[in-house]
């Protein structure tokens, strides 16, 4: 409801006067009600949603080290533009391609993306608006003895920041919810990542879900002693779980660091991988989706 609320003053802040009254009012009430009722999130049998969108994705069998680079070059053209028309086509493109995957729904993509969109649109705001002493812009309120006003200059330095961070956002958020952890893990390996990140990166998403399993029993133990009776017992019961859980985590590090020098670890944990090569057509796309961001990042603002 924040987040909604949030986006529907941003929205109506940065198209006013830009955009005739009967467009900007719709428009701000339409993307906070969008958000209200997309964007709540949910979690369920003690699995991370984007995982298993990703899991089941039929995009997870393009190859991991294409999507990887090429998301990743789609990120510096988006940040390296100084218009925010890369940003807007990779906001509008990306969640096509990923629901083209069958898996993320428009349901899954916006709760997937409300949580990111909550912090730019309060950096957006925070650049949207400027403090003077007296009314010197389009929009201005009245804060007690100063003023928030709202510049035509800071609207379009706003737009650009605010795409560009949405650009970015999207490119990310599609390759996870197409892309595997392993698979991305994988692709950071094989483009000559340090071995010391890739293993960590590997440790750390085995003990997310060990954590998570251990957390949920946890919680369901306190639960069924009516350890959440009242809200005195559940803060109780909250600080006995996670300091528990901090308590195992450490038990857990200290039982996987020793098995793994017992078997002679030096450096470079390696797992069985198997991706499909990349096709030509796959390639031409990704290049094409390139060359307009590119284009685009060109024109004249």
Request: hydrophobic share 50%.
């Amino acid at each position: 409801m924040i987040t909604a609320a949030l986006a529907m003053a941003f929205v109506g802040s940065l198209s006013y006067g830009k955009l005739p009254a009967p467009l900007a009012v719709p428009l701000s009430i339409g993307t906070g009600a969008a958000l209200f009722i997309f964007g709540r999130h949910s979690h369920t049998d003690g699995r991370i949603p984007i995982d298993v969108m990703a899991q089941r994705s039929r995009l997870n069998t393009l190859n991991p080290t294409l999507k990887l680079a090429a998301a990743l070059a789609l990120i510096a053209v988006c940040i390296a533009s100084a218009n925010p028309y890369p940003g807007l086509l990779l906001t509008l493109a990306m969640p096509c391609i990923a629901i083209h995957g069958r898996t993320p729904k428009l349901r899954d993509y916006v709760q997937t993306i409300a949580l990111p969109s909550a912090f730019i649109i309060i950096g957006g705001l925070a650049l949207l608006f400027e403090v003077c002493g007296e009314p010197a812009g389009a929009l201005n309120l009245r804060v007690f003895s100063i003023w928030l006003c709202v510049s035509p200059e800071s609207q379009a330095r706003t737009a650009v920041v605010v795409a560009k961070a949405f650009g970015a956002s999207s490119c990310m958020i599609t390759l996870g919810l197409t892309t595997p952890m392993p698979q991305l893990i994988g692709a950071l390996r094989r483009l000559r990542c340090p071995d010391l990140i890739v293993d960590l990166m590997y440790l750390i998403y085995r003990y997310i879900f060990i954590l998570l399993t251990l957390h949920t029993e946890m919680r369901d133990a306190a639960r069924s002693r009516l350890g959440f009776r009242t809200y005195r017992t559940a803060l109780r019961s909250t600080g006995d779980i996670y300091s528990n859980l901090l308590a195992a985590s450490y038990r857990f590090a200290s039982r996987n660091f020793d098995a793994m020098e017992s078997r002679c670890y030096d450096s470079g944990i390696r797992f069985r991988e198997s991706s499909r090569r990349a096709t030509l057509p796959e390639c031409l796309i990704c290049a094409a989706l390139f060359a307009i961001a590119v284009t685009l990042a060109i024109m004249p603002l």
